[in-house]
């Protein structure tokens, strides 16, 4: 087996600095701790899953620095504190990560996550990383110290766009200034500017690590409890102050600016594609339903419905609850100033199609104008924006495929769905009014 002590193909400086070599691989500093007493030879993959394994020649390391290389390989350049002049051979730090979706970039996720951790704390030794359950558009990681510490990391797969993560920051910075029932997103600061709470990767990504808030994903579970917490974030975002900033996100109602890369011209195209012929008949609706809505949001700009900032993406998936109260609101990411019943409109929308929609939809507008009222203009309003919300998604998800960040599958597989729930929607646009017109002379 190879001796990697004196690694001929790389510089020996101890120095751990990120580096790049010709071409675009790029190194990752990495720094481990290992028990003096542990006897690692013979350790296998299996046994060992998630953490260092080393074949050493003798047993006496305390440290071993070296670089992350694609594969998760690992070159070692300084074994510190140690007799040990050899290294025989190394196996994977964790499980092998596919490579990300980052446009343009080399690096797998897992490379990334060590690059990103290191913009957040000094020392990294033993730390280890899961990838989180969920999340669509970004990178999710639990980061787990040995010392007991765990956070949760995200980096961002946005198309680099920087504001977009500013103006999400400063929102949860001022929220997280108020006295709430439950949690938002606390950031923690970047070592190199205690000011900011996400810094920007060798590929040109954003990231940032939050401290964890305990609970789970509800999903069909507290539905009057979520609605209770939804109009109390309405009523508490409204105290935030962000008109300093330009809003990166659009309003739903221009439907084909859900995503930078999508137009009303190349959204036709790819629907009528041949990427869609396997759900042929669930895209014919969905075009139909579009190009009425089309024509419904020339009306809407006319009504002037009180406009403020959102959320504009909360839903079941961005909710953690405990013992059936909600501990945590997620993902401020799409926040934007749009028709203030948008926000009820897409906090209903998962809720359309399943099996008990109609009781889901009552227990959740009974929390929610706990702390929320509408006017007659905008509950009327609520089923189309209902179905607005959900029909965006389709033009969202067409976006990221012609940008390159999801492939069309992202949204084959999920149109019959959202088919599904846009015909429930139009069916009982009644029933919705008219619970939404008792609860509000409920609460006056």
């Known amino acids: 087996m190879k001796d990697f002590s004196k690694p001929t193909s790389f510089s020996s400086d101890p120095t751990l600095s990120t580096r790049t070599l010709p071409g675009t691989l790029s190194l990752t500093p990495l720094r481990l701790l290992l028990p003096r007493s542990r006897h690692l030879r013979g350790t296998t993959t299996k046994q060992m899953k998630g953490h260092a394994i080393f074949y050493l020649t003798t047993f006496s390391f305390l440290e071993i620095r070296g670089f992350l290389l694609p594969q998760n390989r690992l070159i070692i ?18 499980p092998s990560s596919p490579s990300n979706s980052f446009i343009g970039s ?25 990838q989180t359950s969920g999340g669509v558009n970004n990178v999710g990681m639990y980061v787990r110290f040995l010392d007991g510490r765990h956070y949760v990391m995200r980096i961002y797969n946005n198309g680099f766009d920087h504001a977009r993560v500013h103006y999400e920051h400063t929102i949860l910075q001022q929220l997280n200034k108020q006295v709430l029932s439950f949690q938002v997103p606390k950031a923690l600061p970047t070592r190199a500017d205690p000011s900011k ?91 139909a339903y579009i190009e009425d809505m089309e024509k419904k949001l020339e009306l809407f700009e006319a009504r002037n419905l009180p406009k403020c900032l959102l959320h504009a993406d909360l839903h079941y998936d961005n909710v953690l609850v405990e013992n059936g109260k909600v501990t945590g609101l997620l993902d401020f990411e799409f926040a934007a100033v749009d028709y203030r019943a948008m926000e009820l409109a897409v906090c209903l929308s998962k809720y359309a199609g399943e099996p ?3 009781k889901y939809f009552d227990d959740f507008i009974e929390g929610y104008m706990i702390h929320a009222n509408l006017t007659d203009e905008e509950i009327e309003a609520v089923p ?61």
């Open 197 to 287: 709470t996400y810094a920007v990767l060798s590929n040109g990504a954003d990231a940032c690590i939050f401290e964890t808030i305990p609970g789970n994903l509800p999903k069909l579970t507290c539905v009057r409890e979520i609605g209770r917490a939804s109009g109390e974030l309405l009523e508490a975002i409204q105290n935030v102050d962000v008109s300093h900033l330009a809003c990166p996100t659009a309003p739903y109602s221009h439907f084909y600016e859900v995503h930078h890369a999508v137009s009303r011209e190349l959204f036709y195209r790819e629907m009528n594609g041949a990427d869609f012929d396997p759900i042929r008949e669930s895209a014919i609706k969905a075009v």
């Open 356 to 358: 008990k929609a109609k």
């Open 77 to 94: 350049t300084r074994n510190a504190y140690s007799t040990c002049t050899t290294v025989a051979a190394t196996a994977a730090t964790c």
């Open 106 to 130: 080399t690096l797998t996720d897992m490379q990334l996550a060590f690059e990103a951790v290191g913009k957040f704390f000094d020392r990294i030794e033993g730390v280890q990383f899961e």
């Open 384 to 444: 189309t924006l209902v179905n607005l919300r959900i029909l965006s998604n389709i033009a969202y998800f067409v976006g990221r495929k012609i940008a390159g960040e999801d492939d069309i599958s992202c949204i084959t597989t999920r149109l019959e769905n959202y088919m599904t729930r846009v015909e429930w929607v139009y069916k009982n646009a009644e029933l919705i009014v008219k619970k939404l017109k008792y609860e509000v002379k409920r609460h006056v």
